[in-house]
């Protein structure tokens, strides 16, 4: 069974960074491309970030492009989120998913397993 479990959240101001983590807990099950996804009060949840199975492949939503950075470390079973200049618009609770196959894709019903979410605030 895979749990992934978020942390690294919090409030920062406008103009800062965050790293967030994500931690497979479970191993036992291989895992393969793992994402970030985000939702806002009264918004539908958002593609944020991806990376493959190898890490060689990443993708981004356009609104965090060159702000934003997705890694994971395979050995330890983790991915991370970089999260600079960040803006009161980043503001939401953040979810770490993971999907079976390899590849990174966008959308969030390709993920198999969720974890519950960090909350990620942004004053301006």
């Known amino acids: 069974q895979v749990q992934l479990v978020e942390s690294g959240g919090g409030l920062v101001q406008a103009g800062n960074s965050l790293r967030l983590s994500c931690a497979d807990s479970?191993?036992?099950?291989?895992?393969?491309?793992m994402g970030w996804f985000r939702q806002a009060p009264g918004k539908e949840r958002e593609f944020v970030a991806a990376v493959s199975r190898s890490g060689g492949i990443t993708a981004y939503g356009d609104s965090v492009k060159g702000r934003f950075t997705i890694s994971r470390d395979n050995a330890k079973n983790l991915a991370y989120l970089q999260m600079n200049s960040l803006k009161p618009e980043d503001t939401a609770v953040y979810y770490c998913a993971a999907r079976r196959l390899a590849g990174a894709t966008t959308t969030p019903n390709t993920y198999d397993y969720w974890g519950q979410g960090t909350q990620v605030t942004v004053s301006s």
């Open positions: 479970g191993r036992t099950v291989s895992i393969g491309a």
